[in-house]
């Protein structure tokens, strides 16, 4: 199942495509949680609910694609971003691997939907591209073993980890550079778990900026697996239903490029990851 968070007369609602149109689970079913965060705490039986919603869902509950698109979860409770997390990044930033996964946090006014405007800070014009596999969270879980990683995994979507460089080296923690208003975006398919490989493995990912392709790699080359994120970073904090994880970004990002490729007013970047869908922003300047 592919589930859209969508702004219905100003209301966020879910929807689930179908057939190249989305079903408003709003019309379909009433009954449903209004957010994917919620429609996820209560657990298998109300996606499983949603899903027959969608399949039986009457005509008028049937739109065209949605005008404006949220982040599938527009407040997690959790925004977990992963550092350095496929070694030949590591190698073109001229860091060594690391042995145990870098964790660190976004907060949820950095980024987001698809289709609306990532901001280039007034502050820096090193504003770079990241793209990124998303892991949603399902089920509440701590110290989580890997082998039952997954089970606490509901889906996947695409990010765009947007980052302002020089702000991120200021210091040795990333925080200021990765949470600048707006800078990132997520979004905008949910794909249930059921739909992709297990732990989202071995799917093309790539951004372009303005069509040029600029990254293009494989999930299969994350150093920390779906299983083993899941389980570090849950050995510290409890896991909720909606928290998000954001698997790292292969080679090829701007800043390490001779000369440097920033995002600048008037861009679109596009970030794609194989069977979960197609992540595109304008870019535009601060005002």
Same mark, same amino acid.
């Given at each position: 199942?592919?589930?859209?968070?969508?702004?219905?007369?100003?209301v966020a609602?879910?929807g689930?495509?179908?057939?190249?149109?989305?079903?408003?689970?709003?019309?379909?079913?009433?009954?449903?949680?209004?957010?994917?965060? =919620?429609?996820?705490?209560?657990?298998k039986g109300?996606?499983?609910?949603?899903?027959?919603?969608?399949?039986?869902?009457?005509?008028?509950?049937?739109?065209?694609?949605?005008?404006?698109? $949220?982040?599938?979860?527009?407040t997690?409770?959790?925004?977990?971003c992963?550092?350095?997390?496929?070694?030949?990044?590591?190698?073109?930033?001229?860091?060594?691997?690391?042995?145990?996964?870098i964790?660190? $946090?976004?907060?949820?006014?950095?980024?987001?939907?698809? =289709?609306q405007a990532?901001?280039?800070p007034?502050a820096?014009?090193?504003?770079?591209?990241?793209?990124?596999?998303?892991?949603?969270?399902?089920?509440?879980?701590?110290?989580?073993? /890997?082998?039952?990683?997954l089970?606490?995994?509901?889906?996947?979507?695409?990010? #765009?980890?947007?980052?302002?460089?020089?702000?991120?080296?200021?210091?040795?923690?990333?925080?200021?550079?990765k949470?600048?208003?707006?800078?990132g975006a997520? =979004?905008?398919?949910?794909?249930?778990?059921?739909?992709?490989?297990?732990?989202?493995?071995?799917?093309?990912i790539e951004?372009?900026l #303005?069509g040029?392709? $600029?990254?293009?790699?494989?999930?299969a #080359?994350?150093?920390?697996?779906?299983?083993?994120?899941?389980?570090?970073?849950?050995?510290?904090?409890?896991?909720?239903?909606g928290?998000?994880?954001?698997?790292?970004?292969?080679?090829?990002?701007?800043?390490?490029?001779?000369?440097?490729v920033?995002? /600048?007013?008037?861009?679109?970047?596009?970030?794609e990851?194989?069977?979960?869908?197609?992540l595109? #922003?304008?870019?535009r300047?601060?005002?």
């Amino acid at each position: 199942m592919r589930i859209v968070n969508f702004k219905k007369n100003g209301v966020a609602t879910l929807g689930v495509r179908r057939d190249g149109d989305v079903v408003d689970l709003s019309v379909a079913d009433k009954s449903l949680p209004r957010d994917l965060a =919620g429609l996820l705490a209560a657990g298998k039986g109300a996606m499983n609910k949603a899903a027959r919603a969608a399949r039986q869902a009457p005509k008028r509950a049937v739109i065209k694609a949605p005008r404006t698109f $949220l982040p599938p979860i527009e407040t997690p409770g959790k925004i977990i971003c992963v550092g350095l997390n496929y070694s030949d990044h590591a190698a073109e930033a001229g860091l060594k691997p690391p042995d145990y996964p870098i964790l660190f $946090l976004r907060v949820p006014s950095s980024v987001v939907g698809h =289709g609306q405007a990532i901001i280039r800070p007034k502050a820096s014009k090193h504003f770079d591209y990241e793209c990124e596999m998303v892991v949603v969270i399902g089920r509440r879980g701590r110290n989580i073993t /890997k082998s039952k990683a997954l089970d606490h995994v509901a889906g996947y979507s695409v990010a #765009n980890e947007g980052s302002i460089r020089d702000y991120q080296m200021r210091s040795s923690q990333w925080t200021l550079g990765k949470n600048f208003d707006k800078s990132g975006a997520w =979004g905008p398919d949910f794909v249930t778990a059921d739909e992709l490989p297990k732990g989202g493995k071995g799917l093309k990912i790539e951004t372009r900026l #303005n069509g040029r392709v $600029l990254q293009s790699s494989s999930t299969a #080359n994350m150093i920390f697996d779906t299983q083993t994120l899941v389980s570090v970073a849950s050995k510290v904090m409890t896991l909720e239903p909606g928290d998000i994880i954001l698997t790292g970004t292969p080679h090829g990002v701007g800043f390490v490029r001779k000369p440097p490729v920033f995002m /600048k007013a008037g861009d679109t970047c596009e970030i794609e990851i194989e069977g979960i869908g197609l992540l595109r #922003n304008p870019v535009r300047a601060e005002k």
